[in-house]
């Protein structure tokens, strides 16, 4: 049974597979790579996921969620409005960051499954080196909820270096620079022979792509001051959506123009790189902060290093390598698709972990991203400095030991708390937990609690609590309020199965009313009633005869003149104006049904 390798990301997700002695990206049901990471829900209650969902952001914003990745491991729930699910029926439901993921991963399982022809049930899923033990617990989590064996948690800067190693590129100490839709890594790594050593990594979990989207936007409204207060959800929505479109084709061009019509009016703002440049200068700023911690932990200078390596589908911005190659005056790689090279990674581990021969011989080694310690008191004073274990940037596996002292006579227990970060004040780190240990009545001092901190190469936290004088061993007792038992996993999965994955045979239909319902948010006055009158006429077909020679016919025409609209709303983003594309109308005398069905 073939191990799968996911990359999760924030803004898509790919699959991957080991085969024939390369990592192969396995495509969905549209035949592309990249799928969304966008969860919808229908008015039935059913899942949309992937590009489907995506359209729909604009559409049916109160339905829809995107960048819940920033949030894993956290309480945040995300609510989903209006719902008439039949086996739950209640008008609102919310799911948390690793459900919504979980809808993703089955999404993908699916179409690996379609793609062997056989079961999958293992999957190595790569995530942000950042990303602290909650978030990396809830990763696995994700995996089980959406029938997946997590065994082995890669980091994403781990799994690019892996895929540079297959072109046999990056011999020597370089910089993986991982910028993605909303999280961004920075790691040092010494690439030799069939090493691959991670020397340290650094982030910033809530900075991605998206924010640059966020600050096109910001621009547009500070030129446009009077549309900050008059704006719908729908409309801001459409407003980051073309901020992204804008980005995107700055990307290839000179310049483009932002037009939002509001209210009949056409809003505008002129773009090209330099003005961008200014505008993103709170994330680039943000950049050479993560790049110099990351340097500095790997105790090297830039002198050291040989070259730059981009990673992540936001580096495709020409003024992220251009910035790069100003601030460490190196080559900056981009040989493998950024949007891929997690994704190649991943599926080399998958081969890796199935022990195949080609790769069985590469070694990868990690490092902590963050410091591990429990809460101590000095001389007797407030119990809230930060005493650390296991420091940042120490190589994966890692066990320490160290041991603790009552503060007190007659003392009968010893209470610890768990924290994640590099703050000396303990209650300024991420608490993973806490535990009391009950230790036997000592004078001062003399009861004795070893702790020991087992961090395993996937970054996930075993803790071991000792009382020397009793020898009575407590493992495995760390269990915050965010992670999930057994019998939570169950709970879950109960809750999920109530809402089912939209059946792939639909998808294409579902694609082509989602395409429309966003054409609508976007175009107002005659074209906008062209849309609507053609979606009526779809819908209406489709449900007196889903698969008639008629319907077929509607469907190819539709879709045309739906591209032919997204054409037209890039020519006004690179040009200021454009044609309007105008439907082409089939018409029925000409029509010969029998030569449509027997294309059937």
């Avoid at 989590?141 to 890669?154: E, F, M, P, Q, T």
């Avoid at 806490?434 to 395993?456: C, H, M, N, W």
């Avoid at 010969?592 to 069905?597: F, H, R, T």
Wanted: net charge negative; glycine share 6%.
């Amino acid at each position: 049974m073939p191990i799968i390798g996911i990359d999760l990301g924030t803004t898509n997700s790919l699959v991957t597979v080991w085969q024939e002695g390369k990592s192969v990206v396995i495509p969905n049901s549209f035949g592309k790579y990249l799928t969304p990471s966008v969860v919808s829900i229908n008015d039935d209650g059913s899942v949309v996921t992937g590009e489907i969902a995506k359209q729909r952001l604009i559409s049916h914003p109160g339905r829809t969620v995107s960048l819940f990745k920033q949030f894993m491991g956290t309480a945040q729930k995300f609510n989903f409005n209006n719902i008439k699910n039949e086996k739950a029926p209640h008008d609102n439901i919310s799911f948390s960051a690793e459900e919504l993921s979980s809808f993703i991963l089955r999404s993908l399982k699916n179409d690996a499954e379609a793609f062997l022809k056989e079961e999958v049930t293992e999957a190595i899923i790569s995530v942000p080196a950042y990303f602290n033990d909650k978030q990396r617990y809830a990763t696995k989590a994700a995996g089980l909820l959406a029938g997946l064996k997590v065994d082995r948690i890669l980091n994403e800067p781990s799994a690019a270096a892996l895929a540079y190693r297959q072109y046999g590129i990056c011999d020597g100490t370089n910089i993986v620079f991982d910028f993605g839709g909303g999280t961004l890594d920075v790691s040092v790594l010494d690439s030799f022979d069939t090493v691959v050593d991670i020397l340290a990594v650094a982030g910033n979990n809530r900075l991605g792509g998206s924010d640059i989207d966020a600050l096109i936007a910001e621009a547009f409204l500070k030129e446009h001051e009077e549309l900050r207060e008059q704006l719908s959800e729908e409309q801001s929505g459409i407003l980051l959506k073309i901020a992204e479109n804008c980005k995107i084709a700055l990307s290839g061009n000179p310049q483009a123009f932002m037009v939002l019509n509001h209210n009949g009016k056409d809003y505008l703002m002129v773009i090209d790189n330099e003005k961008l440049m200014n505008i993103c200068e709170p994330v680039l700023v943000k950049f050479n902060q993560v790049i110099k911690r990351a340097v500095l932990n790997a105790e090297k200078s830039l002198f050291n290093i040989d070259n730059v390596i981009l990673v992540g589908g936001s580096c495709r911005m020409p003024l992220v390598k251009e910035y790069l190659q100003h601030v460490t005056k190196k080559t900056v790689l981009s040989e493998i698709d950024p949007d891929f090279a997690v994704a190649y990674g991943v599926g080399t581990a998958a081969g890796i972990k199935e022990r195949n021969e080609e790769i069985r011989d590469m070694i990868l080694m990690d490092v902590c991203p963050f410091s591990l310690g429990v809460n101590t008191s000095v001389s007797g004073k407030k119990d809230d400095i930060f005493s650390v274990i296991i420091p940042r940037n120490c190589a994966l596996p890692a066990s320490r030991l160290e041991k603790y002292n009552t503060l007190s006579d007659l003392q009968k227990s010893m209470s610890f708390k768990v924290y994640q970060g590099e703050s000396v004040i303990a209650s300024q780190n991420l608490l993973l937990g806490q535990y009391t240990i009950p230790v036997p009545p000592l004078p001062k001092g003399e009861a004795v609690v070893s702790v020991r901190f087992s961090y395993d190469i996937n970054g996930i936290l075993d803790i071991e609590f000792k009382c020397e004088q009793t020898e009575e061993v407590y493992k495995k007792i760390i269990i915050s309020n965010d992670r999930l038992s057994e019998k939570d996993i169950k709970e879950h999965l109960k809750k999920l199965e109530k809402f089912a994955l939209n059946a792939k045979e639909n998808d294409e239909n579902m694609m082509l009313i989602a395409h429309g319902q966003r054409l609508l948010e976007e175009f107002t006055g005659s074209i906008q009633n062209d849309i609507r009158g053609k979606l009526i006429m779809f819908e209406t077909e489709l449900e007196e005869s889903p698969i008639s020679a008629k319907v077929l016919r509607i469907k190819k025409s539709l879709k045309e003149y739906f591209e032919g609209l997204d054409e037209y709303a890039e020519n006004i983003l690179l040009y200021g104006q454009a044609d309007y594309y105008e439907w082409d109308e089939y018409d029925d005398e000409d029509y010969d049904e029998n030569e449509e069905e027997s294309k059937l």
